[in-house]
């Protein structure tokens, strides 16, 4: 019997999406996994943004340097990082490297349920985040750390995804 691929092995950077609204029950769901990605301390540093109002994209995708499949998508969430959560607990650390990494790994639950649920994503690092920040009516002290676009995929799957080999880039200590 063929077990279907991974959902990390069917994930890639679309950037063409067909012009067709996302279920409201399929974004509860996406937002639900960013929620239970794990985090330092369980603290949760984060705040998600789901975006749907053509006038914020269109701000979104300038801040992205002109990436226009921001504006594009039927759905877009910003994944924001509050660097004061972590670090009331664990100091500049917290605010300088846990908050981001507890947001990265929400981004990754994002776009992995969007897999499942046969959607397509591209996680944008690219922008400025003070444009952004500024577009989305930010207080202080959050900080964007990503803008996630989310439909239906508009372009296939690249065939070719090279990965550097194992052997390359583990040391195994035994």
């Keep these: 019997m063929i077990q279907p691929l991974p959902l990390f092995w069917q994930r890639y950077s679309c950037r063409r999406f067909l012009n067709t609204p996302v279920p409201p029950d399929f974004l509860e769901s996406i937002l639900e996994a960013a929620r239970w990605a794990p985090s330092a301390g369980n603290l949760q540093p984060w705040r998600f943004f789901l975006v749907k109002n053509r006038e914020i994209q269109r701000g979104l995708a300038q801040a992205a340097y002109g990436q226009e499949f921001v504006l594009e998508a039927p759905a877009v969430i910003v994944v924001c990082a509050l660097p004061e959560v972590s670090a009331k607990k664990y100091g500049e ?13 929400a981004v990754q639950n994002i776009l992995l349920e969007a897999v499942r649920l046969g959607l397509a994503s591209c996680w944008v ?24 676009p989310l439909g239906y995929p508009g372009e296939p799957m690249p065939q070719e995804r090279p990965r550097a080999p194992l052997e390359k880039i583990v040391r195994r200590i035994e």
Excluded: K, N
Excluded at 93 to 105: H, T
């Design 93 to 105: 650390r917290g605010r300088s490297l846990y908050c981001l990494q507890d947001s990265a790994a």
């Design 125 to 148: 690092g690219a922008f400025q985040e003070s444009a952004a920040a500024q577009v989305l009516g930010l207080p202080s002290g959050e900080r964007p750390v990503a803008i996630v």
